[in-house]
């Protein structure tokens, strides 16, 4: 309904805004520091933010040849056989691909909550 409102340029120009012109300040006790310019970023909190983080991050799957979940920020690969070889080769590619996909779109990959699991049916 909003469409009925809005010429899309000034949508297109409110998003931009929202996604480029920000800044933020460090406010400790009664200091509060210069501000600071947010790059690269889909703000938290904001009612666009779940679905402009899902627009950014859309096209991942294209990377992806194996069965995954994407919910949100994180991502599960599965991967199932019986050649070990095989499926660390596989789970190789995929991430190798996920690391160039997010290089790309200028994203860091949280190692530190990066792990595996192997199971045994």
């Known amino acids: 309904m909003i469409y009925k409102f809005i010429n899309p340029k000034t949508l297109v120009k409110v998003v931009d805004n929202l996604l480029h012109v920000r800044t933020f300040n460090l ?4 200091y509060t520091s210069k501000s600071y310019s947010e790059a690269n970023s889909v703000p938290q909190g904001s009612a666009l933010g779940p679905m402009l983080f899902a627009a950014f991050i859309n096209d991942l799957s294209e990377s992806l040849e194996i069965p995954f979940l994407l919910y949100a920020d994180d991502l599960v690969l599965f991967v199932q ?4 070889e095989l499926i660390i080769h596989k789970l190789n590619s ?3 691909r996920v690391y160039d996909w997010s290089f790309k779109n ?3 990959i ?4 990066t792990f595996y699991k192997f199971t045994n049916s």
């Open 81 to 84: 056989g019986t050649n070990l």
């Open 27 to 30: 406010k400790i006790g009664s």
């Open 106 to 108: 200028q994203t860091e």
């Open 110 to 113: 949280s190692v530190g909550k």
């Open 94 to 96: 995929t991430l190798s």
